[in-house]
């Protein structure tokens, strides 16, 4: 599996579809971006809106999404395996459309913010976005296109930035309209996922879907394959035929022989109560989101501004935004080229280490100031650029990679669930805790997270760098690495 090539028509294809998946996450990026360079507006008197905003308002514009988010996330599953994925990522695109439209033409300030709240609807679709792209690409690519959910996010950031630096206000705003429905026209130019359309019993459309993205004869031997490792992972009795792994024999009689009877559809619940190798693929993925979380990465994101002040005062914030931006987006762009190479694990856990070595810096620096005032913004940029270059992507990947079909809506739903919660606590705990023990101290704790994330993957975590679901699974049983799909 490591060692097969991809045509270049099917890269090419794949490459483009994901793009256009990702678009979602560049969607959000706008939304999170437009209230940074329109606050100043907006509590001015001579504001575009009804009336200027209140503190509270202002701190309300900018969270609001993460709540809209945490709202919607819980029905990703529901909503993945009920629609497809090709229709849920459209659906999740309307929230976005909705929101810039009505925003063009309002002024009334609790709508807007509404809006924005609305718009984090969206912005939990990025769940669904990992699963089709991970679904749709060769082994070879996954990782790379897969990690493209969170480098478009950065690049709606930086081009958001951008736009609020030289373009009027409704002149932003139908921007972000105008490519909100361009995301959903595009999606309509690719085709479903081929494993959902197997598990609704759709076998000469999943034949399709998979000649569309491999760019190869619907008849040919490599959909044959295609078609036996997805039979595979549906297969009710996977579980059976993963304990028996070891026993080639065993295995290979199990996936010959047909299901006795029609096999009943089990609830998510049951068949991870079943699924051992679910159950610590779904664990392995909290504990990698909380962590990567909790390492500090969204403190610097919503309070990098009084940081750069202090830093560089005599520099715009808008400007320090726009560097932000594309540091983070440098980032993932170099850690999307690097994940098929190195893999998940490996820089995951060099990236930790490095992250917790700037926020040792970085609390060093707000502590003690030892350094110059510049060196401040050196960490920020630093610890953001490091972070992202493994840390802040691979959890992103391992969620569409590590979970049977089954479970797959369920176990994204939660990974992403957990996200929002971990910016929730962080965010709010950090102001409080900043203010008793000092900045400094407090990133010495993010450090703390740091190396503890790291000593995690380096110990528990298993390399997927590559390979297809079942085999990832036998990983988290503990088993040697060997596919089970039979040859076609």
């Given at each position: ?243 028996s792994s070891n026993e080639p024999a065993a295995a290979e009689g199990l996936i010959k022989s047909p299901p006795a009877g029609e096999a009943k559809p089990e ?18 993925v909290i504990m990698v989101m909380s962590l990567t979380i909790l390492m500090g990465s969204i403190v610097l994101q919503v309070y990098a501004e009084p940081l ?166 036998l990983l988290f049983l503990g088993k040697r690495r060997a596919s089970i799909v039979p040859k076609a």
């Amino acid at each position: 599996m490591e060692g097969e090539k991809i045509k270049i028509s099917a890269f090419l294809v794949q490459t483009a579809a994901a793009m256009s998946i990702a678009c979602l996450t560049l969607l959000t990026g706008f939304v999170y971006a437009w209230p940074s360079y329109t606050l100043a507006n907006f509590r001015s008197n001579d504001t575009v809106l009804s009336y200027p905003l209140s503190t509270w308002q202002v701190s309300l514009l900018g969270s609001v999404t993460n709540i809209g988010g945490l709202v919607v996330t819980p029905t990703c599953g529901y909503i993945v395996d009920r629609l497809g994925r090709k229709y849920s990522a459209m659906l999740f695109g309307l929230p976005n459309v909705i929101t810039w439209g009505i925003i063009s033409v309002t002024t009334n300030v609790p709508l807007v913010i509404g809006l924005i709240g609305f718009a984090g609807a969206g912005a939990a679709g990025q769940a669904i976005s990992s699963i089709y792209i991970g679904e749709i690409c060769h082994e070879s690519i996954r990782g790379a296109l897969t990690s493209t959910t969170v480098s478009c996010f950065f690049a709606g950031l930086l081009f958001s930035y951008t736009l609020g630096g030289y373009l009027t206000y409704h002149q932003v705003v139908y921007v972000h309209l105008s490519l909100s429905i361009l995301y959903i026209l595009l999606l309509t130019l690719f085709a479903e996922s081929p494993v959902y359309l197997m598990k609704i019993g759709k076998e000469q459309e999943a034949k399709k879907a998979i000649a569309f993205y491999r760019r190869v004869d619907v008849s040919s031997k490599e959909v044959e394959v295609e078609i036996a490792k997805i039979k595979l992972q549906l297969d009710p009795r996977i579980d059976q035929i993963l304990e028996s792994s070891n026993e080639p024999a065993a295995a290979e009689g199990l996936i010959k022989s047909p299901p006795a009877g029609e096999a009943k559809p089990e609830s998510t619940w049951k068949y991870l109560k079943k699924s051992k190798s679910s159950r610590r693929a779904l664990l392995a993925v909290i504990m990698v989101m909380s962590l990567t979380i909790l390492m500090g990465s969204i403190v610097l994101q919503v309070y990098a501004e009084p940081l750069f002040q202090e830093a560089v005062p005599t520099m715009s914030a808008n400007t320090c935004s726009i560097f932000l931006a594309i540091d983070y987006l440098i980032a993932a762009l170099v850690c999307a080229s690097m994940l098929d190479k190195f893999g998940r694990k490996f820089l995951l856990t060099w990236t930790s280490i490095g992250s917790g070595v700037f926020c040792v810096l970085l609390g060093t620096q707000l502590h003690l100031h030892w350094g110059p005032h510049w060196f401040t913004a050196f960490c920020i940029y630093g610890f953001c650029f490091i972070y992202n270059l493994g840390a802040g992507s691979v959890p992103f990947v391992l969620t569409a990679e590590v979970f049977l079909p089954e479970i797959r809506g369920f176990g994204n739903s939660v990974s992403m669930a957990f996200m929002w919660i971990m910016n929730f606590v962080t965010l709010v705990i950090f102001n409080p805790l900043a203010d008793a023990v000092g900045l400094g101290v407090l990133f010495y704790g993010f450090s703390v997270v740091c190396f503890i994330g790291a000593l995690y993957s380096h110990i528990c975590l298993p390399e997927t760098k590559g390979l297809t679901v079942d085999v990832i699974q036998l990983l988290f049983l503990g088993k040697r690495r060997a596919s089970i799909v039979p040859k076609a």
